[in-house]
């Protein structure tokens, strides 16, 4: 019998606590629209998506810190300088993007909505590894634009895990959903390897591994990578002093995810990078 | 069948007394609205009847725990659904009661071929102050009883829920007179264990008139606890978090009860 128009059938499709699954259900959830890939030799395009560009995070002393440059282009035009790369979605997990926003943003929106659903329904919270692997899906769903060669997202993902060890997590994705765990640092986006040099020549050769660092010594080693990224990408934003953008930085620690405040990255930018 | 519209009235009848008896050993539940926030609280052994529903939303429920299930899966498919096609600001316990749950329990209870929920629920909204505070109590023919000032009603800042009408007519009498809604946490939860054990007590000896006397309640109180797991939650009024939900445990109240 048709009850209601509330739906009850939690557990009949897909697994119980599913957040991508009810709002398909619904109708709510944009499916992968899979088209033809432009062909080699095909007209030249001419729209552009607006994409973000790079971002970084490593394991330092006081857990993991992850920075974004805060340019968004599309193609060679600056769209805009202040966007928000670096995405909290629960107390101790950060997503960091690089690539489409309009895609990005609204995975990044998924996957809040998914980790609470999963806690209120399920009474429990989503293991590391149940977070890991819904973004993974995410991206894996969407792989249909990245075809299109529109919507490409690679994001960084780091999280807490209090069980059974404390200990933070940094995770790195490809365009399909691949998810590798990073041991120190990792890196995406156009800028990424410029700041895959710096970080595995600091990692190997500086004055101290990035484990061992204060978070001071973590913002400027951060600051200087995206520095030295935006000397050669133009999609990077780096640090803007005239008009007092810096990048944004979050670190995820067992006490939760701290955004460190503008002036103290000023603080540190005049220090050690100017 | 059911065919002259006697034997239906007749039909609701009969089943409205057959689930106030099911609902009738429901131990209670308190909502108190204080200074930081609103607190939720039973006290009971075994099942869990505090939830969260979304950000600034929770329910307690009495009744059958599958009822239960099926109405607080729907409450958060709708909330979440809401929070996330709009904006959390977005989500509200009004619209979601009284546009969603109560049409709901209503029809499913009138459909006398069909089951009714056996389920009695109180929702609660933490607003910005405590006067924009929601408590909503939802019975299982989709009756809405709210604490707002409307019609003349003098608005309260609580709420209660309780397996007879007598039982939860004495815990707000209680509540009356004595607790304000400026109240700190440690008064909030120590009126909220007073109200809970007015509430049960009325469970048990129903002939009994009247509120408790003070000492009686004391009595009552400390030999419940002894046997009995306090079960609370609260919505923190605190607007810096996005989720305000938050579960306490019987461990880190007992040191702030008063013996």
Redesign the interface.
């Known amino acids: 019998m048709e009850r209601s128009p509330v739906a009850f059938d939690q557990n009949s499709s897909g697994a119980a606590g599913d957040f991508p699954a009810l709002l398909r259900r619904k109708g709510l959830l944009s499916p992968a629209i899979i088209g033809p890939t432009p062909q080699a030799g095909s007209p030249q395009k001419t729209w552009q998506p607006t994409e973000a560009t790079t971002i970084l995070a490593f394991k330092f002393s006081g857990g993991v810190l992850v920075a974004g440059d805060r340019r968004a282009t599309a193609g060679n035009t600056v769209v805009y300088d202040r966007a928000d790369k670096v995405l909290e979605i629960d107390r101790h997990s950060i997503m960091a993007i690089a690539g489409v926003p309009a895609t990005a943003w609204e995975m990044a929106r998924v996957l809040e909505h998914s980790f609470q659903y999963f806690r209120r329904t399920q009474l429990q919270e989503m293991s590391v590894d149940g977070k890991v692997r819904a973004l993974s899906k995410l991206l894996r769903d969407n792989f249909g634009f990245v075809m299109q060669g529109v919507g490409v997202v690679v994001p960084i993902f780091a999280t807490y895990d209090s069980h059974p060890n404390p200990e933070a997590h940094l995770y790195f994705y490809d365009a399909m959903g691949a998810q590798f765990e990073a041991t120190d640092y990792a890196a995406t986006g156009s800028g990424s390897p410029a700041v895959r040099g710096i970080l595995y020549y600091e990692n190997n050769w500086g004055a101290k591994p990035l484990h061992k660092m204060s978070e001071d010594e973590a913002v400027s080693i951060a600051l200087r990578a995206l520095d030295t990224a935006a000397e050669s990408d133009t999609s990077t934003g780096g640090v803007d002093r005239s008009g007092k953008i810096y990048p944004l930085m979050k670190i995820v620690s067992g006490e939760g995810i701290t955004t460190l405040p503008e002036d103290k990255i000023a603080a540190v930018f005049k220090e050690t990078v100017a | 069948m059911i065919e002259e519209p006697y034997r239906w009235v007749e039909a609701i009848a009969n089943r409205r007394e057959y689930i106030e008896t099911q609902l009738a050993p429901g131990s209670p539940i308190a909502a108190l609205g204080y200074r930081d926030g609103i607190l939720f609280l039973t006290v009971g052994r075994t099942r869990?009847k505090l939830?969260?529903?979304?950000d600034r939303i929770a329910m307690g429920g009495i009744g059958h725990p599958g009822d239960i299930e099926?109405l607080r899966?729907?409450a958060?498919?709708?909330a979440?659904?809401e929070?996330?096609?709009r904006s959390a600001a977005d989500v509200s316990l009004r619209r979601l009661v009284h546009y969603?749950?109560s049409?709901?329990m209503k029809?499913?209870f009138e459909q006398v071929y069909?089951a009714p929920y056996l389920a009695r629920m109180l929702f609660a909204e933490v607003g910005q102050r405590p006067s924009e505070d929601l408590f909503l109590r939802v019975e299982y023919d989709g009756e809405i009883a709210t604490n707002g000032a409307t019609y003349g009603q003098a608005r309260q800042d609580f709420a209660v829920l309780s397996g007879t009408p007598q039982s939860r007519e004495l815990m707000e009498a209680f509540l009356k007179s004595q607790h304000a809604p400026d109240a700190s946490f440690e008064v909030a939860l120590n009126s909220a264990l007073d109200a809970w054990s007015i509430g049960h007590m009325s469970l048990q000896a129903s002939d009994a008139n009247g509120l408790p006397e003070r000492a009686a309640i004391s009595k009552y109180r400390q030999e419940q606890l002894a046997g009995r797991g306090i079960e609370a939650a609260l919505l923190e009024r605190d607007a810096s978090m996005a989720?305000r939900y938050r579960s306490l445990s019987d461990t880190e109240l007992r040191p702030l009860i008063n013996e």
């Open positions: 869990q939830f969260e529903i979304y099926r899966m729907a958060i498919e709708l979440s659904t929070g996330f096609t969603s749950l049409p709901v029809s499913a069909g989720i």
